[in-house]
């Protein structure tokens, strides 16, 4: 597809966001737009001979890091790249392009978006725009909701906190999905999606390597306090004790570095803690701003859970997400 086609077909969709929002004086045309500067370059970290990602040392998007602040990851088969979140704007997916280049000379063929949030889609326009034919798969649910609203709530809010760092970006869809239970080999390596129900939000996919004993799983665990606002902490413990029994060696995270089975146990302790403990004190009558202190005491809290970034900041709207979770699931 020639970039003015592409384009177009791209904006039928953006054209609602374009229009309402600041980014429509950069388009002097359909095929002129104002790109933000390129994104720096970050060394891919290699996990197994096939299965890379690029970590984000930041927490959340800045002028400084051009909003680079999750991890996108690749896995390099006989056949082909597929790529699993593609970051936060055309420029980073760029960014994630030239590192696949110096590592190898196959094209990308499929790219997984895990979830909804921005920093984990939004860079798919720069897979679309250097190789046309590429898959694009998510769930159905996360398409949907791309379309609804986070689409043009995502774009927005990397821009806001960036300083437009993203401007040329172009909401690109998902073009193909997969609902979990798929199995594909793509030359020498076998790939397993799996779905487990709500957890970070109702569409994680996780992405199994088989032959690696790896698994990509978003941001179903992470060892921060980042957004809960749609996920569940019910379906998180229920997502880490199905991502346990996969039995990889390796899992890697949308956000901080990768990890043994280790992370998902901390995850799942972590919601244990506060689901547990808000159902608890939800019976004993308490409001949410009074169990704050009381689930704040457990050493687990104390001394692994308040070193992690946006603890200070965050933790207390996660245990009202917490409360209202447990409410919700009485009627
Ligand atoms: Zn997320």
Redesign the pocket.
């Known amino acids: 597809m020639k970039r003015r086609d592409l384009l177009k077909s791209a904006l039928s969709f953006s054209v609602g966001l374009v229009g309402m929002s600041a980014i429509k004086p950069l388009y002097a045309s359909d095929d002129l737009m104002v790109r933000a500067e390129p994104m720096y370059d970050v060394t891919p970290t290699k996990v197994t001979d096939r299965s890379y990602y690029i970590l984000a040392k930041d927490a959340g998007p800045s002028p400084e890091n051009h909003a680079f602040f999750n991890n996108p990851g690749f896995i390099v088969t006989s056949e082909g790249v597929i790529v699993v979140d593609t970051g936060s704007s055309v420029q980073i997916g760029e960014m994630v392009l030239r590192q696949i280049k110096k590592i190898t000379d196959k094209p990308v063929v499929k790219v997984i978006n895990t979830?909804y949030?921005g920093?984990?889609f939004l860079g798919n326009h720069a897979f679309v725009e250097a190789y046309p034919d590429v898959e694009i798969y998510a769930h159905p649910t996360c398409i949907a909701n791309i379309k609804k609203d986070n689409g043009a709530f995502w774009y927005n809010f990397m821009q806001r906190n960036s300083d437009n760092a993203i401007s040329g970006t172009i909401v690109t869809l998902p073009t193909k999905t997969f609902v979990g239970g798929e199995t594909f080999t793509l030359g020498d390596t076998t790939i397993k999606i799996h779905q487990f129900g709500k957890a970070?939000?109702e569409s994680d996919l996780i992405v199994q390597v088989v032959e690696d004993k790896l698994a990509y799983i978003?941001?179903t665990a992470m060892r921060r306090v980042?957004?809960m606002a749609d996920g569940s902490f019910a379906g998180t413990i229920h997502t880490m004790k199905e991502v346990k029994a996969l039995g990889c060696d390796h899992y890697l995270l949308?956000h901080g570095p990768h990890d043994d089975a280790a992370i998902c146990n901390d995850m799942q302790t972590f919601c244990e803690i506060i689901y547990g403990d808000a159902a608890k004190y939800y019976d004993e009558g308490l409001s949410d701003f009074e169990m704050k202190p009381k689930i704040l005491a457990n050493p687990f809290m104390k001394e692994v859970a308040s070193n992690w970034p946006g603890y200070d900041s965050t933790i207390g709207n996660y245990i009202g997400i917490a409360a209202a979770e447990v409410e919700s699931n009485l009627f």
């Open positions: 979830h949030h920093d984990h970070h939000t978003g941001d980042a957004n949308g």
